[in-house]
Structures are given as C-alpha cells and as structure tokens.
C-alpha cells in the first residue's frame, strides 16, 4: 500500500495563480508600460542596451552575407551564393526579431548606419576569394554562438522572453556555423572539427 504525505499547509493555502482580481488590477496600472509588467525581473534599460548590441551584429550579418551573395565567383560559386543568401534572409529575420524586442521593451531601435561596426560583436570583413568569404562568415557565425550563448545566460529566469529570443537565434546560428564549416571542408577538403 502506497503511502500518501501530507500537504504542508502553507502549500495549501498559496494559490498557483495569481487572484485574478488582483492580476486585472495590476495589468491596469502602469498601463504605459506596455509588456513590462510588475512581476518583469528584468532591467528594461540594460535589456535595449543589450539588445541594440545585439541588433547592431544582426544587421552586419545581413550585410555580409548580403554582398557575398552577389560578388561570391568561381567556378563553383552559385551553390554557395545561394547558401549566403539564404542565411541573408535568416539574419534578418533575427534582425527583425531583435528589433522588436527592444520596441517591446520600451526602447527605438538603432537603425542608425553611424557607429554600427562600433555597436557590433562581429565584423564586417570583405574576403577576397570564396574561400575567403566562408571563413569570414565562420568566424561570425562562431562570434554568434558564444555571444548568444552568453546572453541566453545572462537573461535566464529575470527575463525569459529575451532569453527564448535569443535561444531560437542562437540554434539558427549555430545551423549557420555549421553550414559554413561544410562549405569550408568542401572547398578545401580537410574537416576543420575534430571529434
């Protein structure tokens, strides 16, 4: 016979939910502030910062991947143009994402050309060759994942719709890091991975 323990008490009496008289008064106040409600654990001011950061390297990404996609030549370049732009439209897509988070936050986000390399955790670098260009997008894909991963750490439970943002970026990129390298074992024949 299985044997049941009793509930502690105040277990007992403390709802799951909030009282939902309370939870509709609470939603009226400080109607202004949009989806930063009371029990948002997070600082919404160093959230944007974050995120105009975040959205800066987005948007070089779009850029780079954007250019490589139309100057990319070689003899086998048109699978990889298509690759690179491919992952053009993906970036923006997180570009986008990343935008709207910080409008939903409170925040503009920055648009503004002035200072985006500056505001970026990647580079925009202009390789020469295909070769070239792979690597370069690489390398950014890899700036990426520990970025975001970091972030993802970072916003944990204080804010987890930030955090789920990035976590679906951060699987993107790294789909991303992982494209580049097969481009890069393909055109030079040695995997760079070691198991």
Avoid: W
């Avoid at 505001?119 to 894909?141: F, H, P, Q």
């Avoid at 789920?164 to 097969?182: F, G, Q, T, V, Y």
């Amino acid at each position: 016979m299985e044997k049941t323990m009793p509930l502690d008490e105040s277990k007992k009496q403390q709802p799951f939910v909030t009282d939902v008289m309370e939870l509709r008064a609470r939603a009226r106040a400080n109607i202004d502030r949009g989806a930063i409600t009371p029990n948002y654990k997070g600082d919404a001011k160093q959230a944007i910062e974050i995120l105009q950061s975040v959205l800066a390297t987005e948007i070089v990404c779009v850029l780079r991947y954007t250019m490589n996609a139309i100057v990319a030549t070689g003899i086998s370049s048109e699978s990889v143009k298509k690759e690179f732009a491919e992952h053009a439209m993906e970036e923006k897509e997180h570009m986008e994402q990343v935008a709207e988070r910080i409008n939903q936050l409170g925040g503009k986000p920055n648009f503004n050309p002035d200072g985006l390399a500056s505001r970026s955790a990647s580079e925009y670098v202009e390789a020469t060759n295909l070769v070239g260009m792979i690597k370069e997008n690489l390398v950014a894909e890899r700036i990426a994942c520990e970025h975001y991963r970091e972030l993802v750490r970072f916003f944990g439970e204080n804010d987890p719709g930030t955090r789920s943002m990035l976590e679906r970026i951060l699987e993107k990129e790294e789909e991303h890091a992982n494209d580049m390298h097969d481009l890069l074992v393909a055109h030079e024949g040695t995997p760079m991975i070691r198991a």
